[in-house]
């Protein structure tokens, strides 16, 4: 089973700065089988990337993914006030998906 | 409007049997291009993957989780059911089903879960 590791676990910033979050795999993952989610408290996760590097749909520009292999990042190019919560990369491989275990985006 | 929505018990007594009920609408449960997961998350942890179900009724279930899933459909009700088995306090959490897609674009093949429950949250206690 692939495991995912997100680095780091919590990040302390203010609106306006650029941050890049990122997912390490185990073993080399297709990149069409990697995505991003968005969580914030008390709410559903939401998709944010899929394919490692495209958005979904309603999704900002200033989010953007990028990687292959075993590494992957996760770039918001400046954060909104709306943009603290958590941040999950997630694959799809065998026999199903994994999560990483989340970076905590915390306002400064 | 694509939507799921997840129902079942608040509380279940260790040992006992939880089944959970995603009903979905706005799209089609033999639709080939599309599937259901469920995934779990407790309180202040990680979300995790469980089972899915795809259009075919193939299954595939979580390594640590499998001897205690079971994941199925009914496409007239639009419904998909999870059954665990064997109830243990650290199995509380929000469970979540969410639409699996299959987008084949330029030559590749593209899986994501683009729309999610809002979540039931399951409490395991005596």
């Known amino acids: 089973e692939i495991v995912l590791t997100q680095s780091p676990g919590t990040l302390s910033l203010s609106p306006g700065e650029r941050v890049t979050l990122s997912c390490r795999a185990s073993?080399?993952?297709?990149?069409?089988?990697l995505a991003w989610y968005q969580q914030k408290p008390g709410q559903a996760p939401r998709l944010l990337i899929y394919g490692a590097s495209n958005r979904a749909t309603g999704i900002p520009d200033r989010f953007s993914g990028s990687g292959s292999g075993t590494d992957f990042t996760l770039t918001i190019s400046r954060l909104e006030p709306e943009d603290f919560a958590v941040y999950y990369c997630q694959q799809y491989g065998s026999p199903g998906y994994t999560f990483g275990q989340g970076t905590k985006l915390e306002i400064k | 409007q694509v939507t799921l929505k997840e129902s079942g018990p608040v509380l279940v007594k260790p040992t006992e049997t939880l089944t959970l009920t995603c009903t979905v609408s706005g799209f089609s449960l033999s639709n080939d291009r599309m599937g259901v997961s469920w995934i779990r998350q407790p309180p202040g942890k990680a979300l995790e993957w469980l089972a899915h179900?795809?259009?075919?009724?193939?299954?595939s279930y979580s390594t640590s989780l499998k001897s205690r899933l079971t994941i199925s459909k009914d496409t007239s009700k639009s419904q998909v059911v999870l059954i665990m088995t064997n109830m243990d306090p650290a199995d509380t959490a929000t469970y979540y089903c969410?639409?699996?897609?299959?987008?084949?674009?330029?030559?590749?093949?593209?899986?994501?879960?683009?729309?999610w429950g809002k979540g039931t949250t399951v409490t395991v206690s005596s």
């Open positions: 969410a639409r699996r897609v299959l987008e084949l674009r330029g030559g590749y093949d593209y899986y994501y879960m683009d729309v």
């Open positions: 073993q080399t993952v297709s990149s069409s089988y």
């Open positions: 179900i795809f259009s075919n009724d193939e299954k």
